[in-house]
Every structure is written in structure tokens, then in C-alpha cells.
């Protein structure tokens, strides 16, 4: 019989198969629902780490620096995404705007946090304390950190309001996208592999 560490439930269908070592571009999927169990990352844990915290200093710049700016006949104003979290909650709507500070701001800083701490450790070849409490964490938080729909929808802001203001992308702007991009690859499903690394 095989060790628990060994094995892989398939989320979607409760179907059980052994745990394969990947080659670059390969994935494995469950043969009863077609779901993706395993792909390959190549991330070792220093570049996990490296990319954690490159991560977090790009949730600074996108969190502190401004979105966009905008301008009309010498007035200018620019927003940050606090801004737009404020903005939200001026009015009937505060509770989209509680949903708005969770899934652009806090959970991917909490995903940052919990996976510098994991991987810090990691790093060490150790378990971090709570390593088990971190980990259902960052599975619990991975569908609430929405940073690629603000992004998308800051895109297609600038884009209409070009056609009536002078809009400029902001420091922010790039700085989300490329958090978008980091968040994705170290905070996505193969962060599971760190239960069989550790």
C-alpha cells in the first residue's frame, strides 16, 4: 500500500491516483473528470522565494504608487488602489467595497506574507512553524485574491477614458501587472508541491 505522501486526490472527484514525477510542459489529469492533478513547475525554492519577495516590493509600488492620472484643461488627479477602495465606500455600496480591499489588497499580501514565511524556513530545509495552518491558508486565499480582474478592468478604464481625458498609466499600473503575473505563478496550484517537498 502506498504512503499518504505519495498519493493524489483529484479535487473535483474524489478519485485517488499515484503521485508521477513531471518533465518540463507535461501535467497529469485525472482519468474519471478530466481535472488537472499535477503540472509541472521547475520552481526550485530559492527561486520561489526570490520571486515571493520580488512579489511583495511589487505590491508596494502597486499599493502606494498611482494606477493611473488624469487630467482635464490643467486639472489633474490621480488614484491609487486605496483610492478606489475609498471611493467605493462612499455611498450605498460598502460592502463591494470590503470585497474590493480583500481581493486586490489583503489577500495577496497575506498569500506574500504566508509564503516568504513558509518558504523562509523552506529554505532551510524546515518546517515553519504553523506549516500546516500556513498551507490551507494559502489554498483558502487563492480564489480570493482577484489582482488579474482589477487589472483588467484598470485596462479597460484607461482605454475609455482616453477617448474623453488625457489618462496616463501609472507606476502602479505596471506594478500590478507584474504582481498579477508573479501571484500566478508561485501562489497557484503547485504550490501543493511544497507539502511533498517539506
Not at 509541472?40 to 515571493?52: D, H
Not at 523562509?120 to 524546515?126: E, V
Not at 498551507?135 to 484607461?158: D, F, I, K
Request: aromatic share 8%.
Amino acid at each position: 500500500m502506498d504512503t499518504p505522501e505519495r498519493l493524489i486526490i483529484c479535487e473535483h472527484c474524489d478519485c485517488v491516483y499515484q503521485t508521477v514525477t513531471l518533465a518540463r510542459h507535461q501535467k497529469t489529469l485525472c482519468l474519471r473528470c478530466g481535472a488537472v492533478l499535477q503540472r509541472y513547475s521547475g520552481l526550485t525554492i530559492q527561486q520561489r522565494l526570490a520571486l515571493s519577495c520580488a512579489a511583495a516590493v511589487f505590491w508596494l509600488f502597486a499599493n502606494f504608487y498611482p494606477v493611473m492620472s488624469i487630467s482635464l484643461k490643467g486639472l489633474k488627479n490621480s488614484a491609487t488602489l486605496w483610492d478606489s477602495v475609498l471611493a467605493l465606500s462612499q455611498g450605498p455600496i460598502t460592502f463591494i467595497a470590503m470585497i474590493a480591499a480583500i481581493s486586490i489588497i489583503i489577500a495577496p499580501a497575506f498569500q506574500l506574507v504566508l509564503l516568504i514565511w513558509v518558504l523562509g524556513f523552506a529554505l532551510a530545509a524546515r518546517r515553519s512553524p504553523g506549516f500546516t495552518l500556513c498551507m490551507r491558508w494559502l489554498e483558502t486565499l487563492r480564489p480570493w485574491s482577484m489582482l488579474e480582474v482589477c487589472l483588467l478592468g484598470a485596462l479597460v478604464a484607461v482605454f475609455k477614458l482616453a477617448g474623453m481625458l488625457d489618462v496616463l498609466p501609472g507606476i502602479g499600473l505596471l506594478a500590478l501587472a507584474v504582481l498579477s503575473l508573479l501571484l500566478i505563478r508561485i501562489a497557484g496550484r503547485d504550490v501543493r508541491d511544497l507539502w511533498e517537498v517539506l
